[in-house]
T-cell receptor
Framework: DAGVTQSPTHLIKTRGQQVTLRCSPK?????VSWYQQALGQGPQFIFQ???????QRGNFPDRFSGHQFPNYSSELNVNALLLGDSALYLC????????????FGEGSRLTVL | QKEVEQNSGPLSVPEGAIASLNCTYS??????FFWYRQYSGKSPELIMS????GDKEDGRFTAQLNKASQYVSLLIRDSQPSDSATYLC?????????????FGAGTQVVVTP
């Protein structure tokens, strides 16, 4: 049973660039959420996708956008990168309507120079 | 005031002792509560979930919830060196925000032999 997979695992970008992170949810899951975890902090909710639509959004600027594909996989795009965007980006999958467990991927470590 | 607050630690616990972790939350309508364990450089993994007032036990772990006091705790009995990690408290409001989990910054636990 495949868990949540994310790519790439590490990447380095410079300020102003754009980045795309990818996520495949756990088998059987249809909902994908993205979290940003800065060093020493807890994960911060970015947004959630279900049925290819953004259903909920946290307090992140419009530079952060996403997409969900018909196979439930998802992308997170960040434009005009800032130094403060350096963080671990976590994808979490779940089953629609369930308020229970989030299954996290291993994350994508983004460094902005 | 942060929505979910935890003591950052580190909490130093002798091997075999009980580790006690605390978490308070600000949103009174929160419905579900979770404890995640995160090893350094890894993604969070669920340890416990609790939805009703009282205690819930799972092996060496006990979660305690008091909604009136807006307080949730985690006890780790017979602490082992492998329990050394950061423990994240997560809260879900449910209803129209069911997909959005609020995380605390985490408590670092260090189990000393």
């Amino acid at each position: 049973d495949a868990g949540v997979t994310q790519s790439p695992t590490h990447l380095i970008k410079t300020r102003g660039q754009q980045v795309t992170l990818r996520c495949s949810p756990k088998s059987g899951h249809d909902t994908v959420s993205w979290y940003q975890q800065a060093l020493g902090q807890g994960p911060q909710f970015i947004f959630q996708y279900y049925e290819e639509e953004e259903r909920q959004r946290g307090n992140f600027p419009d530079r952060f956008s996403g997409h969900q594909f018909p196979n439930y996989s998802s992308e997170l795009n960040v434009n005009a990168l800032l130094l403060g965007d350096s963080a671990l980006y976590l994808c979490a999958s779940s089953l629609n309507g369930e308020t229970g467990e989030l299954f996290f991927g291993e994350g994508s470590r983004l460094t902005v120079l | 005031q942060k929505e979910v607050e935890q003591n950052s630690g580190p909490l130093s616990v002798p091997e075999g002792a009980i580790a006690s972790l605390n978490c308070t939350y600000s949103d009174r309508v929160s419905q579900s509560f979770f404890w995640y364990r995160q090893y350094s450089g890894k993604s969070p993994e669920l340890i416990m979930s609790i939805y009703s007032n009282g205690d819930k036990e799972d092996g060496r772990f006990t979660a305690q919830l008091n909604k009136a006091s807006q307080y949730v705790s985690l006890l780790i009995r017979d602490s082992q060196p492998s329990d050394s990690a950061t423990y994240l408290c997560a809260v879900n409001r449910g209803a129209d925000s069911w997909g959005k989990f609020q995380f605390g910054a985490g408590t670092q636990v260090v189990v000393t032999p």
